[in-house]
């Protein structure tokens, strides 16, 4: 369906299989960027704290609260927000049920304490022991479990490759449970993805891990607008997640793991995890899929991939992006308001832009 010519492209409307949108006025402008971009988005349910996102009573009024704000940009058509719950342990098979009526798509798994907003998170053990009916009843509904894939006992560099046991251990006790192991950051977890024959197992790979090392974040100064969780890795660590994306593999899908969250709560002495990057995510996409030659390989990561191992139809609509150079804002807020979001890539440019979007849904 994509047309690629020299300077611009058409592709399917996309999918954006991760990201988080919060409650607050976080909520406003995180939606303002996805649905000028996104057809449709996977949204996390860890939104905060105090409020997360547990039962289908929750989906109904967080999915009311988008909804009220997509009407604000007259924008009610143009994007459908694809929910989830967390997993916890008061989550039950009747839980599941009730939120597969609400139309949830996805369950999601954050171990205990490892990153934002998952305080009340699962230990790997009762992942692993517990939630048998849980899991069950996902598999009857055709539910996918999104896993966010770090050990949390173990040192920080080394979790995502602690978690690959507990992985198996899951794959083992529940064959047929579709599992998402979300924003991979490693090389390792590239393998494990890449070999898996189950066909009931697929990654998503973010925006800023194609961009970004460790060094990024802590080799020269501190650079708390690239810090998330997982944590950036080594350079060849990035290179396995490019050349997984740039395969055309499609166990490999694109999760942009949008997160925003304000800039005085990052530049802090004990600073949140999260990058925004709602609002550069498919242009810079484009520009890296440019740069590497590999035009062709943007619609199926972010069109198709995705919809395909979540059993979705896939969008009618199309976004095309043009060729020519914008610098991104260093930083988006309500006027005189402090409360404002640093964007991913800000005060640099891109060498591609989104210049229309027909937003006609899937049917
Ligand atoms: O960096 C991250 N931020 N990683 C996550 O897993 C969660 C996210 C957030 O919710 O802010
Ligand atoms: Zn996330």
Redesign the pocket.
């Known amino acids: 369906m994509a047309i690629i010519e020299k300077d611009r492209i058409t592709i399917r409307s996309p999918d954006d299989m991760h990201l988080?949108l919060r409650w607050d006025e976080r909520l406003y402008h995180a939606i303002q960027h996805t649905f000028s971009h996104w057809g449709r988005g996977i949204i996390?349910p860890?939104t905060d704290e105090n409020r997360p996102i547990l039962t289908s009573k929750d989906v109904k009024e967080y999915r009311n609260e988008i909804f009220n704000f997509l009407h604000q940009f007259l924008a009610t058509h143009a994007f459908e927000p694809l929910m989830t719950i967390k997993l916890v342990k008061t989550t039950t098979f009747e839980v599941v049920h009730a939120a597969a009526e609400a139309g949830v798509k996805a369950i999601k798994s954050?171990p205990l304490g490892?990153?934002?907003?998952?305080e009340n998170g699962v230990s790997m053990n009762d992942l692993v022991t517990e939630f048998g009916g849980v899991f069950k009843a996902m598999e009857e509904r055709g539910m996918v479990l999104s896993l966010?894939g770090e050990h949390p006992e173990y040192f920080c560099l080394d979790r995502e490759d602690y978690f690959i046991p507990v992985l198996r251990q899951m794959q083992a006790n529940h064959p047929g449970l579709k599992i998402v192991l979300?924003?991979i950051t490693t090389k390792n977890a590239v393998q494990l993805v890449q070999q898996d024959t189950t066909g009931n197992l697929a990654a998503t790979i973010t925006l800023h891990h194609l961009f970004l090392t460790l060094d990024d974040v802590i080799g020269g100064s501190l650079m708390p607008h690239n810090?998330?969780?997982?944590l950036a890795k080594r350079p060849e660590d990035r290179d396995a997640l490019i050349s997984a994306v740039i395969s055309g593999n499609p166990k490999f899908f694109f999760g942009s793991?949008s997160?925003?969250?304000f800039q005085h709560t990052k530049e802090s002495a004990c600073g949140?995890?999260?990058?925004f990057s709602a609002p550069v995510a498919l242009p810079l996409l484009t520009s890296f899929f440019d740069e590497q030659d590999a035009l062709e390989k943007l619609e199926p990561f972010v069109s198709q991939f995705g919809a395909q191992f979540y059993g979705l139809p896939l969008n009618r609509g199309t976004v095309t992006i043009e060729r020519g150079s914008w610098t991104v804002p260093l930083l988006y807020s309500d006027s005189g308001s402090l409360r404002q979001l640093v964007p991913f890539w800000a005060g640099r440019e891109i060498s591609w832009n989104v210049v229309v979007r027909h937003c006609q849904l899937y049917e």
């Open positions: 988080h996390m860890n954050y490892v990153t934002t907003n998952s966010h979300e924003h810090f998330c969780k997982p793991d997160a925003p969250h949140c995890a999260g990058v």
